[in-house]
């Protein structure tokens, strides 16, 4: 098992940065996939952004250039810097792993999550 741990959402005005941080413990390993997902409220949750155990990394559309994924493989740590932020990225931002190479749409762990609200 995988225990995932999410940190650093809040409160921020649009235009501004955070940076989540999500630990993992337990059986982890650095050949599985991560990633952030997120869930605004009435809609479905979705990919942000991932990177694979070869350091690959993925975004979608609507964050990139604004989105930066990073994994630190000895600290068993994802980070995701989000800067410019806007208030349409106000959600839930959950980590995940897989343990695939690289990350599908149903990973195998999840954290709980922490809510990220952005004020216009």
């Known amino acids: 098992q995988v225990q995932l741990a999410e940190s650093g959402g809040g409160l921020v005005q649009a235009g501004g940065s955070l940076r989540l941080s999500c630990a993992a413990s337990g059986r982890t390993s650095s050949r599985y996939a991560m990633g952030w997902f997120r869930q605004a409220p009435g809609k479905e949750r979705e990919l942000v952004a991932a990177i694979s155990s070869g350091g690959s990394t993925y975004y979608a559309d609507s964050v990139k250039g604004q989105f930066t994924i990073s994994r630190d493989n000895a600290a068993n740590t994802l980070y995701l810097q989000m800067n410019s932020l806007k208030p349409e990225d106000t959600a839930v931002y959950y980590c995940?792993?897989?343990?695939?190479?690289?990350?599908?749409?149903?990973?195998?762990?999840w954290g709980q999550g922490t809510q990220v609200t952005v004020s216009s």
């Open positions: 995940a792993a897989d343990r695939a190479s690289v990350m599908t749409t149903t990973p195998n762990y």
